[in-house]
């Protein structure tokens, strides 16, 4: 089959077909579920072709491919994107229609991909779908895990997290390889053995092993046949296990490599921008470079016999340091089993890999521990040694012996490995993902680096997928915009800007403000059903869905909300538009203080929402489990967008992009991308507000900030802050917020407000009132919301892409044809 060929009859019987064959039942005695299940494999039987032809293709153009290697992929699902990418949604809705069901229904049947925590999973699974669209040969590489990111349920305003089984009922599209399985070894020594004509090799014994599996995942290009792959590695045991064959060593052994297996690719690590030094978690980033990485050489060799032209056929994209293993593996590819010298190997290697970096913030960088890593890893520590030597020689060579720079630069230093610096070393490229990430790197954090390697660095500003967060999230208004301009904006999103001369026609004004408002209903429904509050569509749905971490200031939001509410309790009649304040965050496991941010803002809710004197002019929602489905709903139906991280701490941010693209106004700090927002749409268009980073990179060198100031000399600050600790929030324990107020006066162990919440406060309060009054007039919002995603053009991750591909990975694209 075909896209083009598959008619709607065709579908129907494909679906009838899988009904019966899967659960011996008809259409009519079908649960939702069955026909999710039905259609998705309906659906894999149109992508199948198309992927096959695909890789022929690539195999005969022999084209260069990136394997975009990262820990996390947070797809979300799957069967809708699907859909729009085929091109089939309107017939399978129809054909769905005809059968009694509802498409939305049937989506709603799929759980989410939930195989990352955030921004960073969620950028490389937009990252994938422009590959396949821009017709770029792309792999994505990772762990199939069996749970992803737990669901988050809120329990007497606790967050509760949940185990995340979203395989328990099988992942239709997934395709299992176990032809393609890897052995990954662990542990163990390395002798030293000279063969028969004196040459040095390395003997790895003694070693655990798990053989890596791989399960592909088709990642569908929009309209184009192209049909790329997410490769998820799972783990299996190496040897079947038959308890009467082996002696007491063995079996010990085989029980251990069993473990092994199971337990290396069970669990996501749930922390967003914190690093957490857990053997298992060095074991899993080990698991699945070695397996992709020692695969992708069998496969390289399969067509070549010479090894040093791998860069002209492969790049590998190391998302954050997590892959970084990438380098010192290849290494050991390229001299143990491919017989190549350092010299040849080393060159290979850096031509071959490519760094992101996404963080600054010290907590975040990885760092393993000698011992660990040593005892864990034997050979890829010794190659990461001598990388070390000669690095540390080359920064001497360059700068002089300097023992202050070298213990600064050097990638083995206070007993530990880390992993930043061996990436800048091993790699050709090394780039931020916002313009003022990028220079903070090159002119603080990095600086160093940037002075040895000037060339490496380079900016990518971050992107999100049009086809997900518009296409597919928000298909009222994205009708909407292919009704005015055409639809040439669902792979060229700058051509949206088409829309903004219709930004002063009162006609489409009205027109896409009523749009908001439909989504505004639909959000209040998904509301109403799971939180069993009634919100007003007409008040201003303002939100803050992220994941919940203190650089992102949560507790800002809800502070500015007790001060509001202070407001309104002193005059019930003040003068203020209605505005409904939306969360949405989950929380690391073990990451108290952001936990009890969460029950702050549900205890603030509970208060809130139960005054019926101030009722109709404040509510507060918190929607548990926020991820990838839910945000394409809260998207489309946001007014204001909360981007209030402190300046410099969020190294892009892609949920300010999806908020923008779907005309919401950004109420924001100069931190990120929330920079180029405010460039492109204008600073008139958006809320503003705020230290900047320079500011607060210069008040944290100084030390000299003191928030009792503010405390002592401003009364509203004053208020809440007391709120937090007398019993306002928490009559049964006054207690319970004691930690928050620390953290803002006190500190403790860290800076008393290290991100400075209270020093932002009122400019954070004044720009609010900016957005209360500019909502008063409706012809003046809809003017600055149509521009919002008018403006949205240069935040497609097919423009992020595009550089990538020509800045740092020379790809070409590949068309695919397919005969019919
Ligand atoms: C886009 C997205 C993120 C990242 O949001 P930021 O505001 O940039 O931190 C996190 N989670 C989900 C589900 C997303 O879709």
């Known amino acids: 089959m075909n896209r083009t060929s598959v008619t709607k009859q065709e579908f129907k019987e494909a679906i009838f077909e899988n009904i019966k064959k899967q659960y011996r039942k008809t259409i009519d005695q079908a649960t939702e579920e069955q026909v999710f299940q039905a259609v998705a494999y309906a659906v894999k039987e149109i992508i199948i072709d198309q992927w096959i032809e695909t890789h022929k293709t690539y195999e005969e153009q022999d084209a260069k491919t990136v394997y975009y290697l990262s820990m996390e992929f947070l797809m979300g699902r799957a069967l809708g994107n699907n859909l729009i990418n085929l091109e089939v949604n309107t017939m399978v809705k129809e054909v769905l229609a005809e059968l009694g069901f509802d498409l939305n229904a049937i989506e709603d049947q799929e759980p989410d991909a939930g195989t990352g925590n955030g921004g960073l999973g969620r950028l490389a699974a937009c990252f994938l779908d422009s590959l396949a669209t821009l017709e770029y040969p792309a792999y994505g590489c990772g762990i199939r895990y069996r749970y992803g990111i737990f669901e988050q349920k809120i329990v007497d305003g606790y967050q509760v997290e949940r185990p995340d089984e979203w395989l328990k009922n099988g992942n239709p599209f997934e395709v299992r390889r176990s032809e393609y399985g890897m052995e990954v070894k662990f542990g163990g020594n390395v002798r030293v053995v000279k063969d028969e004509l004196g040459q040095e090799r390395r003997v790895h014994e003694n070693y655990q092993s798990v053989r890596a599996i791989p399960y592909d995942l088709p990642i569908v290009g929009y309209d184009n046949n192209t049909v790329n792959t997410l490769r998820l590695w799972d783990a299996e045991a190496v040897q079947s296990f038959d308890l009467g064959s082996f002696d007491r060593g063995d079996y010990q052994k085989a029980v251990e490599q069993q473990n092994l297996a199971k337990t290396i690719v069970e669990v996501l690590y749930p922390n967003d921008n914190h690093y957490q030094g857990k053997e298992l978690r060095l074991k899993q980033q080990y698991f699945f470079i070695s397996a992709t990485v020692q695969q992708v050489v069998k496969k390289f060799k399969q067509k070549h016999g010479d090894i040093s032209l791998l860069p002209e056929k492969v790049v590998f994209h190391i998302n954050d340091t997590h892959p970084s293993l990438t380098i010192p593996e290849l290494m050991r590819v390229l001299m143990d089993d491919e017989g190549l010298a350092w010299g040849e190997a080393w060159a290979i290697v850096k031509k071959t890999c490519g760094y992101t970096n996404h963080t600054i913030m010290s907590e975040a960088l990885e760092k393993w521990p000698i011992e660990l890593f040593s005892r864990l890893l034997p050979r890829i520590y010794q190659i990461i040694e001598e990388i070390n030597r000669r690095f540390c020689a080359e920064i001497v060579d360059k700068f002089g012996s300097d023992n202050e720079r070298l213990r600064r630069m050097a990638i083995l230093a206070d007993g530990q490995v880390k992993m930043a610096w061996l990436c800048i070393a091993g790699s050709h490229s090394v780039n931020g993902v916002a313009r003022l990430h990028t220079d903070i790197l090159i002119n603080e954090e990095l600086k160093d680096f940037y002075a040895l390697y000037p060339k490496k660095f380079n900016n990518k500003t971050n992107g999100i997928t049009q086809r997900r967060f518009l296409l597919h999230g928000n298909p009222l208004l994205a009708d909407w915009v292919t009704r005015k301009v055409g639809d040439g904006w669902i792979t060229d999103l700058p051509q949206i800007k088409g829309i903004a001369p219709l930004a002063d026609d009162p006609k489409a004004q009205k027109e896409f403000m009523q749009i908001k408002y439909e989504n505004k209903v639909r959000l209040a429904q998904y509301i109403k059903k ?124 892609t ?166």
């Open 530 to 653: 799971h939180n069993g509050i009634d919100v007003d569509p007409r008040s201003i749905f303002d939100v803050q869905v992220k994941r919940l971490h203190e650089y992102k200031r949560q507790l800002m939001d809800v502070l500015h909300v007790m001060h509001l509410y202070n407001e309104l309790r002193d005059n019930p009649d003040m003068d203020m538009m209605p505005r409904t304040f939306i969360f949405g965050a989950k929380a690391a496991p073990g990451y108290r203080r952001a936990k009890l941010v969460i029950k702050l803002i549900n205890n603030v809710a509970q208060v809130v929402n139960n005054d019926p004197n101030i009722n109709n002019k404040l509510k507060v929602v918190f929607i548990e489990n926020y991820r990838v489905s839910n945000a394409e709903i809260i998207f489309a139906a946001a007014d204001v967008s909360e981007q209030i991280s402190t300046a410099s701490k969020e190294a892009s941010g």
């Open 655 to 820: 949920g300010n992009m999806k908020f923008m693209l779907n005309g919401a106004v950004t109420i924001g700090t100069l931190d990120g991308a929330n920079i180029e927002i405010a460039e492109e749409v204008g600073s008139e268009n958006c809320f503003i507000f705020g230290m900047t980073a320079t500011e607060v990179l210069q008040l944290q060198r100084e030390k000299s900030y003191n928030p009792w100031d503010i405390y002592n000399n401003n009364q509203a600050v004053r208020r809440v802050v007391t709120q937090l600790i007398n019993g306002f929030y928490a009559p049964e324990n006054p207690e319970l917020f004691r930690e928050i107020y620390d953290s803002l006066l006190n500190g403790g162990g860290e800076p008393a407000d290290q991100y400075f919440i209270l020093k932002d406060f009122d400019a954070y309060a004044q720009a609010h009132r900016e957005v209360d009054l500019a909502y008063r007039n409706q012809t003046k919002w809809a003017r600055m919301a149509m521009l919002n995603t008018a403006s949205a053009g240069k935040f497609s991750s097919d423009r992020t892409i595009e550089e990538y591909a020509k800045e740092i990975w020379k790809l070409e694209k590949v068309h695919v044809e397919m005969d019919m």
